[in-house]
């Protein structure tokens, strides 16, 4: 069977989705099949098998895959509806199946909810620079808006506080991308961005212009929040990274690209999503690992019904 009739069969041919997107799409749509859950609709009215109906999924919260994790997403949810500005797209996160939202908490929910297994996790992702894991957020800023750090309201998506082994406290933030292109317009430009940038010291002064447009802007930005975090001297220690699948090549080389602009690396890392699935199986035995991996990286199902 080729490719393009397996999209067809399950309901996820998109015309401008490129050769990973379509992959990752169908993907979300067999492990929704194969929890028999049904599928939600494009504006047009048509199915849609990367989708669950917005209603029963909220409801259900059955786009995440433990109750730890479904606990976060509740906890975060409410935070927002309480005033907490954080950004929380409900249809991305409840509905969509392929988003990077849902995906944030399904990778790091269950770390939320086990501090020791958090510890075990990041000492083995970033060794040397985690003692012991203290919290992890979603959807974190230390300030929306406020010009001591960006003057935007950039956010992390994921947030680990830690100490350190030589004392004192460190964080590592994260960016997670999934299916995503970076083909998105720049946000607007705020000087603050470049007298932090100054301030951090990591960037090519030739490189600034390609920083400030997609598809490096956003990391950027990101990184730069940050840098003006470290700078406050709250914190002795900080790390952004930036992390995607292997087979997302914009990802892939935007993530390269990007580190070609800093003289200094120290304060910037790329993760794969394969790598970070392969670190929580030598410290997970139950079936959210298991089911983390084959829902998001489990392309042999998809080779088996191309080669069936």
Same mark, same amino acid.
């Given at each position: 069977?080729?490719?393009?009739?397996?999209?067809?069969?399950?309901?996820?041919?998109?015309?401008?989705?490129?050769?990973?997107?379509?992959?990752?799409?169908?993907?979300?749509?067999?492990?929704?099949?194969?929890?028999?859950?049904?599928?939600?609709?494009?504006?047009?009215?048509?199915?849609?098998?990367?989708?669950?109906?917005?209603?029963?999924?909220?409801?259900?919260?059955?786009?995440?895959?433990?109750?730890?994790?479904?606990?976060?997403?509740?906890?975060?949810?409410?935070?927002?509806?309480?005033?907490?500005?954080?950004?929380?797209?409900?249809?991305?996160?409840?509905?969509?199946?392929?988003?990077?939202?849902?995906?944030?908490?399904?990778?790091?929910?269950?770390?939320?909810?086990?501090? !020791?297994?958090? $510890?075990? %996790?990041?000492? #083995?992702?970033? @060794? =040397? +620079?985690? !003692?012991?894991? $203290?919290? %992890?957020?979603? #959807?974190?800023? @230390? =300030? +929306?808006? !406020?010009?001591?750090?960006?003057?935007?309201?950039?956010?992390?998506?994921?947030?680990?506080?830690?100490?350190?082994?030589?004392?004192?406290?460190?964080?590592?933030?994260?960016?997670?991308?999934?299916?995503?292109?970076?083909?998105?317009?720049?946000?607007?430009?705020?000087?603050?961005?470049?007298?932090?940038?100054?301030?951090?010291?990591?960037?090519?002064?030739?490189?600034?212009?390609?920083?400030?447009?997609?598809?490096?802007?956003?990391?950027?930005?990101?990184?730069?929040?940050?840098?003006?975090?470290?700078?406050?001297?709250?914190?002795?220690?900080?790390?952004?990274?930036?992390?995607?699948?292997?087979?997302?090549?914009?990802?892939?080389?935007?993530?390269?690209?990007?580190?070609?602009?800093?003289?200094?690396?120290?304060?910037?890392?790329?993760?794969?999503?394969?790598?970070?699935?392969?670190?929580?199986?030598?410290?997970?035995?139950?079936?959210?690992?298991?089911?983390?991996?084959?829902?998001?990286?489990?392309?042999?199902?998809?080779?088996?019904?191309?080669?069936?």
């Amino acid at each position: 069977m080729k490719l393009k009739e397996l999209l067809l069969q399950h309901d996820v041919a998109i015309g401008t989705d490129n050769a990973f997107q379509q992959r990752a799409r169908l993907l979300q749509a067999l492990w929704r099949e194969g929890r028999r859950l049904p599928a939600g609709v494009r504006t047009s009215g048509a199915p849609l098998g990367s989708r669950l109906p917005l209603l029963s999924a909220k409801e259900g919260l059955s786009n995440f895959l433990t109750d730890n994790i479904r606990r976060a997403v509740r906890e975060c949810v409410a935070a927002k509806q309480a005033g907490s500005g954080q950004l929380i797209d409900e249809d991305r996160l409840y509905a969509n199946l392929l988003s990077s939202q849902p995906l944030c908490f399904n990778m790091f929910g269950e770390l939320q909810a086990d501090l !020791d297994l958090a $510890t075990g %996790v990041c000492a #083995e992702l970033w @060794p =040397g +620079r985690v !003692d012991e894991v $203290t919290a %992890v957020r979603f #959807e974190h800023s @230390p =300030g +929306r808006g !406020d010009v001591a750090y960006t003057a935007d309201r950039s956010a992390f998506d994921v947030f680990i506080e830690h100490t350190l082994p030589s004392g004192g406290s460190g964080f590592i933030s994260i960016e997670v991308k999934y299916h995503e292109n970076l083909k998105v317009g720049a946000a607007e430009f705020r000087p603050r961005y470049e007298e932090v940038a100054r301030d951090m010291g990591c960037f090519g002064e030739q490189h600034l212009p390609s920083l400030r447009r997609p598809p490096l802007e956003q990391i950027w930005r990101d990184h730069l929040l940050a840098g003006a975090m470290l700078a406050s001297g709250v914190w002795k220690s900080g790390l952004y990274v930036f992390l995607h699948p292997d087979g997302n090549v914009h990802c892939a080389r935007a993530a390269a690209t990007y580190a070609e602009c800093l003289t200094s690396r120290e304060s910037f890392d790329t993760l794969t999503l394969e790598r970070f699935v392969e670190v929580v199986q030598h410290h997970v035995r139950d079936g959210w690992a298991t089911d983390l991996r084959e829902r998001y990286l489990g392309w042999e199902q998809i080779d088996a019904l191309l080669s069936g």
